[in-house]
């Protein structure tokens, strides 16, 4: 029992003081953290919280005279449009301003008019690669442009001169249908003839007759664009159809979830044309990104995912645009965000190329080059003549 | 354009014969039982699970597909008895929405369990048969065969078993049958083991064909429905035949239309066969009493 009217005061004064000194910063994540693309999100948002700890045990967010401690909401999207609008509208009922995520290509467009109906959300894409997700205003991204991921795969075949280029998409992949048309120019352009183009879904268990009609063709090369289970189950199919041409996926695939559904062996020699993975950095030696895998290691005796970095570096580009606004209100963090330089982000880990002016974002979107890797025993290896520009 | 025919043929093939093995089983629980039972879609599921579990915990292919089977025909009769009998008198519309109450809560339970990943049990018979026109896998031949066997398995026992007959008594009238002292229950849960064994059977196969994960029940399970109106609902042989049929369909306008339109394709055939012939195109016109 408090005997004092001075003891209570002094009391509620040492928790009002208490309660300044930890002012929280909520940054809201959305992933899929269960769902088909949980290999994907989850390690994601893992990265996010490590480096929010990362973040918060060297000091904090500094604003004017305060350190505030970041703290990450999550919320799954299971990789589904309903459920990721559902996500969002719970993050914001819970008070997050500040948006990290989607990844799936279906889930961005879907949480996009919310964003933009709301001026005082600002939302940092790790993931997705979908073009016109970004508007420059509040809605930015650290992830590639699906154009990056295709500057890869024609750099590529321009490179190895393949004359003769199939390719077969993932009919309901945002990104990769809405560039299409420009990728096929381009192979064409470039002296790549696409001979073929088909088509198939995600959980699509049979891809012979498409395989049988492009095998018949023998192209020098055979592009995937989808994900990494059809991938595996594609290009096991092709080689017992006959297939003898060259595979190159293009898109992010962890050896993990590869090697779940195709052996080494069947793997060997598959070319992969994405801008550099997670595993690549570590690879390379890259002293932050095998700091993170510690750290991950550390925290939640996970491994890093192939766009960890991503998720990592987004939570340090919003401590740059706040530190940088010198506020949490979101306009001004949203005007910061688009006044960053790649030198205001020194803990990034991704070489993000700077726009005019040394800028970090140019309309929304970072420039992060092209690159390709090639599977080699348990896993991808950068490929030596065709590392990033 | 022909020169792809003989292995476009061999793929539609391959493909309806998995068709088929999933339709065996639907299509004798709906016959004699009459259940719509969307869930059996999640007894392959948990019978793919199972084998991939067992085969990575080091038990042989073989022995695996037989515990996995056996774990779901126990599964299928504890579904029976605990989502289907008690609602046994009651409407159609009730045994549907039991069905996809049990087939959401088998695909949350096997997320817990194993997560949703995409996985695949290694091939236990690798290589492939290349011929002059087409080329196949030798793991897939032995899915046809497997399909094949499992027909002839289950007709054997309808037709050559005093358990057969009283199944095939009370799929045609089961006052009578029950008139004649057939036990309904036990023919119930029989029906309900031999409908599980196919479904788990099926699964426990086709982990080293298709990925596994908990949702791969739904696709297969939703082109067996189809099966089972392509070779009318009840008929065995119809059930194979229209597996077959609809691979083939599928192949062919994936092949020789567009990819894009291959489920237009599934449906389509569909429409028309309840258009034209809705008892199925191997199944009989019914009078109902």
Redesign the interface.
Known sequence: MIKTPKLAASLLLALAATSASAADLVIGEIHPITGPAAFYGLPESQAIKAAADEINTSGGVKVGGTSYQIVIKTADDQASPTVGVAALRKLLGEGAKFIIGPIASGVAPALKPIIESRPDVVQLIDGSIADGLTNGKTIFRNQASVQAYNDALTRLTKARAYPTVAVMTDRFHAGFMGSQKSLVDTLESQGNKVVAQEYHKLNDTDFSAQLTKITSMKPSALVLRGYPAEGALITKTARQLGYQGQVIWEFVSPPSTVLKNISTAEMEGVLNAIPPTSQDYVALGNEKALKLETRLKKMFNAEIGELSTLSYDAVYIFKAAIEKAGTLESAAVAKAFTQLKTTDVPMAINPYAPGADGLLFTDGQVSLPGGVQIWKGNGWQPLADLKPN | ML??LP??LV??L??GSTYALIALGLTLVFGVLLIPNFAHGELYMLGAFSTYALVGAGVNFWLAVVIATLIVIAIGVVLDRVVFQPLEHSSSLSLMIAALAASIILQQGA?IAW??????T?TPIPG?L?MAGF?I?YFQIFIIGVTLAAWGGVWLVLNRSRLGLAIRAVAQNRGAAQLMGIELRDVRIATFAIGALLGGLGGAILSA???V?P??GI?PVLKAFVVLVLGGIGNLWGAILGGLLLGIV??????YI???L?DVGTFLILVLVLLLRPQGLFGRVVLER
């Open positions: 020169t792809m292995q476009q793929n539609g391959t493909l997320t997560g949703s990943e995409p996985r695949t290694p492939v290349r080329s896998a064909n298709f990925p994960y949702t791969m696709n599928e192949v062919m306008v994936a092949g567009s990819s894009q291959q």
